[in-house]
């Protein structure tokens, strides 16, 4: 059975806003970043472990559509999803609605690779497979292959 | 004839690493906005003249390829094109290049909207034909409906 | 008798590192927003409402001292204090924590002008007399003049 | 004689600014981080290649008086010097002027050590005599002990 993930809950800070008056575009990389982090947590992989271990997760595409803007004093509620993880590499997808209201806000991608403190490309199936079987626990069963 | 836009130059600020010892990605959406920023400042378009007259652009979408990691102590360059214009809405397309080297490293997509301050969709042909006008001049003929 | 305020808690963040493999040291001052503005909701002074009012509260003046570095996986607790205020300036204390082990990491000040929306200096007291005294409850009795 | 530092000059850039419609005050300590980093250039010490050396060279204290605030459109010049230099510490002062009108505008401190990848301090004088003679070049005749 599949995992559930909980959403990844925040305040937006007065520093992520500009002179739009509204939070700047570049935040929600970093917002989803905390989300993706919040959720690999919830799995039992705290990525500080992870990079301990030697297993480091770059970010190979990012892709963001700003739907409605977000303000300081909005709470945000980041919902992430595993949407797809093979030996080398897997991409988690983002929704990200208004905490308070329940208001559907802004979307995003980001797809990753596993690899090691080189930089090299690392097979974590066979390498480290509780790792592989923690992210497998929480894909939807419709994507496994 | 279309103006031919200079590629956007800088040096990687050490604050922009982060313990991967690469640029934190969340970055590029700001070398983006600085090389967009700057394209637009070649055509004479100033940003903060743009937002006096009440002309505000946010971002609507972006889109990030991370093929190569870049380091503190790198020099970059950016080639930002437009690739799309329509009266109330504009692509960018971003190249980003080691300015040493000349090596391709990473691309990238933004799509903007022209608004009003109250964020209300603008016809910026109607509206400001000039500035239409000055966009239009470097958009690629192939791009031109 | 003085209002006890709750210290903020909150995890670090991957992005807020540096190559030097801890928090980049301008993420301090952002740490110390986010628990001034939540001190300040504490005492019913939700900052998006005190702009909304007219009530601006720009920093004039910054200090930092930086004992010990913190790191992504820390938990960091931030205790404000309310050290000086008049009815056009206040001056905030911060002592930094790590919120699992208790210790003492570091501490830092900041000063702060009530200004208007063109930043002309207001005096709140007088404008704002509420606001004067949801402060000066959590200003300690050997600190008023 | 000592070796004169040429001012460090770069535009704000756009995400740089809060809904205060002004520089956040977090920025200066970037600020200042690009212009001591291009004045030990000046002098021949990349702060990349100290680093593969080994020496490390955090931020001890940081100060900052926001006198004026700085906005998007703005083009800053930062005067860093070197005020204080012993074998294991250093200090810096900045003054930042607008670099169109030549208006001084805000002004700045930071103090460092020399430490080893384990954070050990490390005394530069001895271990790396160049690096230490460099830094003694720029600083003024008063400041030398």
Redesign the interface.
Known sequence: MMKKIEPYIRAV???E??????V????Y??YM??AR?DMMSQIGL???KL?EMGI?I?????????TH?I???DIISIQPSLTKLTPVRFSIHYELYDAGTGEWLNRGDTSHAFVDRD?HPMNVKKRFPEVYEALLSCLAEEEKA
């Open positions: 800070n007065y520093y806003t500009d002179q739009m008056h509204v700047h575009h570049s935040n990389a970093r970043e905390e982090l705290s990525y500080d990079e480091i770059p970010v190979l595409e990012l892709h963001n559509v700003f803007a303000h300081y004093g930089f």
